[in-house]
């Protein structure tokens, strides 16, 4: 399956904005889809995951409580909606799919072309 993930842009902190990863096609019920990032010289880090199937999700300590990933499963895309953005949150985004519920990168196998969110002070 491809990914492609779009939305980024630039914003002011504490502005919000809605990143989209679409798949090219359904994906399996045992997927699991994700959100990564990878900061300027800083290593690739996770963000957010939910299972393609059902409403089961994970989220990253810095950004729980701001960010929510959603679904919508008759577009085959996933949101990552980030409200209350920081100066920190500029990164690259990543979408990228998997089958297992896990937090780390080298478990997913499927992977997009980043957005850039520029987060601006």
């Known amino acids: 399956v491809q990914l492609q993930a779009f939305g980024g842009g630039l914003v002011q902190a504490g502005g919000s904005l809605r990143l989209s990863c679409a798949a090219s096609?359904?994906?399996?019920?045992?997927?699991?889809m994700a959100w990564f990032r990878r900061a300027p010289g800083k290593e690739r880090e996770f963000v957010a995951l939910?299972?393609?199937?059902?409403?089961?999700?994970s989220y990253a300590d810095s950004v729980k409580g701001r960010f929510t990933i959603s679904r919508d499963n008759a577009k085959y895309t996933v949101y990552l909606n980030m409200a209350s953005l920081k100066p920190e949150d500029t990164a690259v985004y990543l979408c990228?799919?998997?089958?297992?519920?896990?937090?780390?990168?080298?478990?997913?196998?499927?992977w997009g072309q980043g957005t850039l969110v520029t987060v601006s002070s």
């Open positions: 939910t299972r393609w199937s059902r409403d089961s999700t």
């Open positions: 990228a799919s998997g089958s297992q519920f896990s937090q780390s990168s080298n478990d997913y196998v499927n």
């Open positions: 096609r359904r994906p399996y019920s045992s997927t699991v």
